[in-house]
């Protein structure tokens, strides 16, 4: 539990309709903040919000938005506005990947990645920044990946989309440095959720490398990173590890290890 008074706090979190999003609102709703939920399916949404706020007893609003169209995040901002809502704290959560070749791959899809794992970040971010800037609380928690530490041969945009998430992330850390507002870049490893179903991944030599940890404790260790304002949070020992060594390995042999597990079984 956090010491701080959080009454009357409002944290946006996108993709809250499944996966590590419900899991991240939740900490938020447990700590005592209101929640406002986003993602396209409004019936998941509302699901997840009158749950957290009879749980908690917290506000929580459903918004359902496509994050993903061009001017998304502020059409999302633009019905928070109208609802009488402000936002302290984005989360942003939402993002799809996908795995396979770039020959062949479907235009729509790649870019689709840049549009909500990067564009509609961006856009949430710098709507809100100011006034949290201004507040001198509040901030940003963003979800990228193990993914952004390495290039991701037969994923590339994904993988790209993802070190597009950290270095955004760690540049504004450090901008926001000794403002009271705090940002964090939440790296999950493979954990459990609709992620792979969509990505394809689940017939990668990735996917039998391991155990997937829970979006429960992913979304907590992502949750307290944040309030510590920790600057970058990889989940797991295991996931921690694999980070660090990237940098140590040659840089041609890291690719071709990367493609090898990223490759079909
Ligand atoms: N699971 C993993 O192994 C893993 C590992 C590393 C990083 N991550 C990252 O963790 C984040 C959450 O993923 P997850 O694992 O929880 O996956 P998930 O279960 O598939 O959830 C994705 C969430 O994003 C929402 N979303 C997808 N497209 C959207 C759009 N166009 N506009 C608005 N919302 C959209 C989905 O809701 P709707 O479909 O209702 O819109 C859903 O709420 C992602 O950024 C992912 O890249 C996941």
């Not at 710098?126 to 952004?148: D, E, F, Q």
């Not at 609709?194 to 940890?213: D, I, V």
């Amino acid at each position: 539990m956090n010491a701080q008074p959080l009454k009357g706090q409002t944290a946006l979190v996108t993709g809250a309709s499944a996966g590590i999003g419900v899991d991240l609102a939740e900490c938020f709703a447990s700590d005592g903040y209101d929640v406002i939920l986003a993602a396209r399916t409004e019936s998941a949404l509302r699901a997840v919000a009158d749950r957290l706020a009879k749980t908690y007893a917290i506000k929580a609003t459903p918004i359902a938005a496509d994050l993903g169209v061009i001017g998304g995040g502020q059409r999302l901002a633009d019905a928070i506005t109208k609802a009488g809502l402000s936002v302290d704290v984005v989360v942003n959560n939402a993002g799809y990947g996908v795995a396979g070749a770039f020959d062949g791959s479907d235009a729509a899809g790649q870019l689709g990645m840049i549009d909500l794992n990067d564009r509609a970040l961006v856009e949430l971010t710098h709507i809100y920044w100011p006034t949290m800037l201004a507040n001198k609380r509040g901030g940003v928690l963003n979800v990228a990946s193990t993914a952004a530490f390495q290039p991701g041969p037969l994923m590339a945009v994904y993988y790209a989309s993802k070190a597009f998430v950290l270095s955004f992330s760690e540049a504004l850390w450090e901008e926001a440095r000794d403002t009271g507002v705090k940002v964090s870049c939440l790296c999950p490893g493979p954990t459990v959720s609709k992620f792979r179903e969509r990505a394809g991944t689940n017939k990668t030599r990735l996917s039998r490398t391991g155990e997937q940890m829970t979006s429960m404790s992913v979304a907590r260790m992502g949750y307290d990173a944040w309030q510590d304002n920790k600057r970058v949070e990889v989940t797991g020992l295991r996931n921690r590890l694999t980070a660090s060594l990237v940098s140590f390995l040659p840089r041609t042999m890291l690719l071709r290890l990367v493609r090898q597990l990223q490759s079909p079984i």
